[in-house]
């Protein structure tokens, strides 16, 4: 028994449009992906969230930390500053970010902070480059929050303004005094 093999005339076109359809359902695939990747991470430059983080040899590392702790001014011939409060900015990116401005928190509960503008000796005012795997550090003088109700007693919390936009929180650390 034989088979007979009808070949028909199929046109051109139809076998064209069907490659073009499946080559643009894939580009679409590819683009939705690309979309939902580039606004989580749009989102972390923006600030949205508080911390950044990237992965760092099978890590995961924040990008970018602030800490408080306790500073004590040195300048010229040994002399010492009044007791400050210390804000670093520890930058773990691959490239440069602008410290722009840094603020603590009111610790009464509306949200609002408190902007340390010209609060800092010279050279460790902002803004200030921080660079790749580097931090860098400003102070507020410890009386000066004190004078703003402050109590030194309870938690505070600061944060760091990136010139991108992007806001870092530090953690609650409390002075102790």
């Not at 050279?123 to 000066?144: N, Y």
Request: proline content about 6%; charged content about 15%; hydrophobic content about 40%.
């Amino acid at each position: 028994m034989q088979v007979e093999i009808v070949l028909s005339a199929v046109d051109p076109w139809i076998v064209v449009g069907s490659i073009a359809g499946v080559v643009a359902a894939a580009a679409t695939v590819i683009g939705v992906g690309h979309q939902i990747r580039s606004s989580k991470g749009g989102r972390e430059r923006r600030g949205v969230q508080t911390t950044a983080s990237e992965p760092v040899a099978g890590t995961t590392k924040i990008a970018l930390e602030l800490k408080l702790s306790w500073m004590w001014p040195t300048y010229d011939k040994g002399t010492l500053g009044p007791d400050s409060i210390g804000l670093t900015l520890m930058n773990n990116l691959a490239h440069p970010v602008t410290w722009a401005s840094a603020s603590i928190d009111l610790q009464d509960g509306s949200g609002r902070h408190l902007a340390l503008i010209d609060c800092a000796p010279p050279g460790m005012g902002l803004p200030q480059r921080v660079d790749a795997h580097d931090s860098s550090f400003t102070l507020v003088a410890a009386q000066q929050l004190r004078d703003q109700g402050m109590d030194l007693s309870r938690p505070i919390t600061a944060r760091a303004n990136i010139a991108t936009g992007e806001t870092v929180l530090s953690a609650p650390w409390t002075p102790g005094h």
